[in-house]
C-alpha cells in the first residue's frame, strides 16, 4: 500500500483490551477519525482507524469499488481488533456511520456510534446515479462541509467524486435499512443541524429503525457535515467516550 497519499494512512494506537474502531467517510481518510483516535487512547482503549476500500490512493480506485468492497474492508478490520480485545465499540463519520451500524448488525460489538450518517433509500435517486455516473463520471468537490477554518487546512480527501459512488452508497444504504431493526447493543447517533452534505433529516429516520433498546440522538448546533473535525469536536468527542465508558461500567 505503498501508494496511500500522504497523511491518508491508517492508524493503530496500543492501549487495553478496550477497543474502538473507527470508520472515516466516502472520499475521506483515517485522518478525519485520527483526533478521536488519539483521544479515545488517552483513555486507556485500543484504537484501529480503518483505510476503507478505494480510499487514500485515487478516485479511480473509489470508482471501481461496490459497497461489498467497503464492508469487506471493514469487517476485516474489526475480525483483527476483536482477535486482541474483549470487548469492542464501532464508531463512523458519514458513510462511515453507516459502515458501523453494519457491523454492529452483524458482529457482537459492546456500542456503535453513528455521525453525520445518510439513508438514502430511494428508488428514484438510484436510477439517476447510473444515469448521471454514465454522463459524467467525477465532479470535482467543492470546500469540504466544516466551518473550522483551521480543521480545512489540514483535511487529507480526495478532490472528485466519483459518482459511482452515488450507485454504491443507496444500494449499500437500502441493504442497511434491512440491518438496523437487527442491532440491539447500546446506540449513539450525531448530527449536526447545519450539515449541508447528508440531510439532518436522516438521524430520525436511523433512530426509528434502530433495534436497540439503548439508542441516543444528539443534534449539534455549530458543525457542519465532518463533526469530528469541526468546532464541536470537542463535545463529540465526550460523547463516544461518555458511550464507551457506560458500557464498561455497566
Known amino acids: 500500500m505503498s501508494n496511500i497519499i500522504p497523511g491518508a494512512e491508517p492508524f493503530h494506537f496500543r492501549g487495553n483490551q478496550v477497543g474502538c474502531l473507527l470508520i472515516h467517510g466516502f472520499t475521506g481518510t483515517p485522518q478525519e477519525m485520527r483526533r478521536l483516535g488519539q483521544f479515545l487512547n488517552t483513555q486507556g482503549w485500543t484504537v484501529q482507524g480503518v483505510l476503507v476500500a478505494g480510499h487514500g490512493t485515487t478516485e479511480q480506485d473509489l470508482a471501481r469499488t461496490r459497497w461489498q468492497d467497503w464492508t469487506r474492508s471493514v469487517s476485516e478490520a474489526m475480525d483483527e481488533l ?28 459492546s456500542g456503535v456510534v453513528a455521525m ?10 438510484l436510477c439517476l446515479a447510473r444515469v448521471v455516473k ?31 459512488g452515488n450507485e454504491q452508497i443507496v444500494r449499500f444504504c437500502r441493504h ?16 449536526s443541524r447545519q450539515d449541508k452534505t447528508v440531510n439532518p433529516e436522516m438521524m430520525p429516520r436511523l433512530y426509528e429503525l434502530l433495534g436497540s433498546r439503548q439508542k441516543t440522538m444528539v443534534w449539534l ?11 464541536e469536536r470537542d ?5 463516544v467516550s ?6 464498561l461500567a455497566a
Open 82 to 109: 476483536a482477535g486482541s480485545c474483549r470487548q469492542t465499540f464501532v464508531i463512523g463519520q458519514s458513510v462511515g456511520g453507516a459502515l458501523a451500524l453494519h457491523l454492529a448488525s452483524h458482529f457482537p460489538v
Open 116 to 125: 453525520a450518517t445518510p439513508l438514502v433509500t430511494d428508488l428514484k435517486l
Open 134 to 164: 454514465a454522463i459524467r463520471p467525477y465532479r470535482k468537490k467543492g470546500p469540504s462541509n466544516i466551518l473550522d477554518p483551521e480543521s480545512l487546512k489540514t483535511r487529507v480527501a480526495y478532490q472528485y467524486w466519483p459518482n459511482a
Open 176 to 191: 442497511l435499512r434491512d440491518d438496523l431493526p437487527e442491532i440491539r447493543c447500546p446506540a449513539l447517533l450525531i448530527h
Open 221 to 231: 448546533e455549530n458543525s457542519g457535515h465532518v463533526v469530528t473535525e469541526d468546532y
Open 235 to 239: 463535545r463529540v468527542y465526550a460523547l
Open 242 to 247: 461518555d458511550l464507551v465508558q457506560a458500557q
